[in-house]
């Protein structure tokens, strides 16, 4: 593995941990990218990567990805991420959640983690015994905000993609506005309810299978092959899994004028945003209309506010994909270098 300087993802991040304990097998890595606006937050992927290099490329993108994200948001929060390195059988045991507990009280609040890919709210408590850097945990008795933030990042989600049709499509709402779903997961699945509560024609694919046909049979969808969803014919397409789907190839082959989805850096490069624009295909910069989880987290862990703050804050991000498609449309820039430009002036780095 390179080190992180060498490495084509890294921007400037403020630290980069690498964390090895032998008794339980943890492998992790918990990048910084900044603390200008506050703790570096944003949380943990359980994933098997073909390499270590993957896995480093992969913490250090969504770390700065957090940064951008929560400065967007107008959060008091600045951006981290963690990886762990699972094996092909994806083993997970509760000695390496600890160990990894113990790895985040290490860093003394400086990084604040939550839940993401392949970790869970129960992995989450386990991590609360060894440290109170960690949010995203059940909702205690007589809070308001706390838990799973996936239904959260859905809703946002769900009201940015609103904002886009409106604006690309002119329709104000979504009856039998058909829209393709990569992903049949938390936040995809509470997305796909959204939309089919208002009228929207969906097709849903997800490599497990059961998962799929639960989430078509509630929700009326059309289940597509995998290797097709993204190249549908749709009025949307919605990225809800893994990132770097949209490269120099898949842009070409989109049939499609709006991609809004809760994937992070659903871009594999800043060039494939301007591809997208050529073609006249409306993009949603990911990292603002997905953070209605975050938005979630930070008032849980910062105590901030209730229900109603959090709501606020989610009813925000429209208005704010709206500003960034304004200075898009009058720069002739597109949206995710208007969207990446913002980020860097709020964190001191334009």
Not at 63 to 71: D, E, H, I, P, V
Not at 223 to 250: M, Q, T, Y
Request: glycine content about 10%.
């Amino acid at each position: 593995m390179t080190t992180p300087w060498g490495n084509p993802h890294f921007d400037d991040h403020e630290a980069v941990h690498f964390v090895t304990d032998r008794a339980s097998g943890l492998k992790a890595i918990i990048a910084m990218h900044s603390t200008a606006l506050g703790p570096a937050a944003g949380g943990t992927r359980f994933w098997h990567y073909d390499d270590e290099e993957k896995a480093l490329s992969d913490v250090l993108r969504l770390s700065r990805g957090m940064s951008y994200k929560n400065a967007m948001a107008g959060l008091p929060l600045g951006g981290g991420k963690a990886v762990i390195l699972a094996d092909e059988a994806r083993t997970k045991t509760p000695a390496m959640i600890a160990a990894f507990g113990r790895a985040v009280n290490r860093l003394a609040g400086n990084y604040v983690t939550a839940e993401d890919v392949g970790i869970t709210v129960e992995d989450m408590i386990a991590v609360r015994r060894e440290t109170d850097f960690v949010a995203g945990l059940p909702v205690e008795d007589g809070a308001e905000v706390g838990g799973d933030p996936g239904p959260h990042t859905a809703r946002g989600v769900y009201l940015g993609l609103k904002a886009a049709v409106a604006r690309r499509l002119g329709r104000e709402t979504l009856a039998d506005v058909h829209v393709a779903i990569q992903g049949a997961g938390s936040v995809a699945s509470h997305l796909a309810r959204h939309l089919a509560a208002d009228g929207a024609r969906l097709s849903i694919a997800d490599v497990n299978r059961a998962r799929v046909e639960a989430l078509a049979a509630e929700t009326g969808a059309t289940i597509v092959d995998p290797a097709d969803i993204l190249f549908l014919k749709a009025d949307v397409v919605s990225p809800c899994a893994l990132g770097a789907i949209l490269n120099e190839e898949s842009v070409g082959r989109l049939d499609t004028a709006i991609i809004a989805g809760a994937a992070n850096n659903q871009l594999a490069t800043p060039g494939d945003g301007q591809r997208l624009a050529a073609r006249d295909i409306l993009y949603a910069p990911d990292y603002v209309i997905n953070a209605g989880g975050i938005i979630n987290v930070s008032t849980e862990y910062l105590a901030d506010g209730g229900a109603d703050l959090v709501r606020q804050r989610i009813d925000a991000i429209p208005g704010r994909l709206e500003q960034i498609w304004d200075e898009a449309a009058q720069s002739g820039r597109d949206p995710a270098s208007v969207a990446d430009a913002m980020a860097q002036r709020l964190i001191g780095r334009a």
